[in-house]
């Protein structure tokens, strides 16, 4: 079975869950790997040559089970969209969604994904001045205050991601945990690279849809914020 492409950190945003992978999770990976998959190891060569034109290349860190990205794919076809995961669930359950197993193509031709670490991706695979969009839909919060170091979102990052947009690309963030959007808001605004669309809080945007995640948090009272950040410089 695939594993996560995963180069040595001291701290890590997440950790590696061992969930079982469904029958059809594993045969996506099998047989679709080669064709949506890229490898890390391949470095910018394979992020540049993943697809043909000069599209829009859209990013997601940390997509989950992937259902919406496979939704964005879909209706903007125009774009090209590459998807980060570390979990191989995940990761199979987009491939699934994504590719034909009965005849053995694509169903999607713009979208593809690395089963790795983002900041590996992100330093080692994708050159800078290279995307129109990065987005982050409801990253782990990490609660406690003694694991907030754990949290994706901090200043390193932010300035990594921001040297990969191109100018005038965007930086779209989501979070239902309102102390992890003041601190997601803070970080964005100290980078000097970016600026902010509004003043505060975005609303959602028409790109991003609405999560069965979301549905559920504002069930539970939870109000989602969007953050929406320009690359100005």
């Known amino acids: 079975m695939l594993q996560p492409q995963i180069r040595q950190k001291p701290i890590r945003s997440y950790a590696i869950r061992a969930g079982r992978l469904t029958l059809g999770q594993k045969n996506a990976l099998d047989q679709g ?3 949506i998959g890229l490898d890390l190891d391949a470095g910018q060569q394979a992020f540049v040559s993943a697809f ?6 859209i990013l997601e860190i940390g997509y989950g089970m992937g259902k919406s990205l496979l939704e964005m794919a879909k209706t903007e076809p125009e774009a090209n969209f590459v998807g980060i995961e570390v979990h191989s669930p ?4 987009l491939i699934h969604g994504a590719f034909d197993l009965e005849a053995s193509r694509a169903r999607l031709t713009n979208l593809k994904t690395y089963m790795a670490d983002a900041v590996d991706v992100l330093r080692e695979a994708v050159p800078e001045n290279s995307l129109s969009r990065v987005q982050v839909y409801f990253p782990d919060p990490w609660h406690k205050t003694k694991h907030h170091k754990r949290r ?3 200043p390193d990052l932010v300035k ?9 690309g965007v930086l779209h963030l989501a979070t239902d945990w309102e102390p992890y959007a003041k601190h997601m808001l803070e970080v964005l605004s100290s ?3 970016l600026l902010n669309s509004v003043d505060g809080y975005a609303t959602r945007p028409e790109w991003r849809p609405v999560t069965k995640f979301e549905r559920r948090g504002e069930g539970l009272g939870h109000q989602v914020h969007d953050l929406v950040f320009t690359r100005q410089s």
Do not use: F
């Open 33 to 35: 790997w080669a064709t």
């Open 152 to 154: 994706l979102i901090q």
């Open 90 to 93: 995940g990761v199979g359950s």
């Open 52 to 57: 043909e034109g000069d599209a829009p290349r």
């Open 191 to 193: 980078e000097s690279s």
């Open 160 to 168: 990594l991601i921001s040297s990969r947009l191109k100018i005038g």
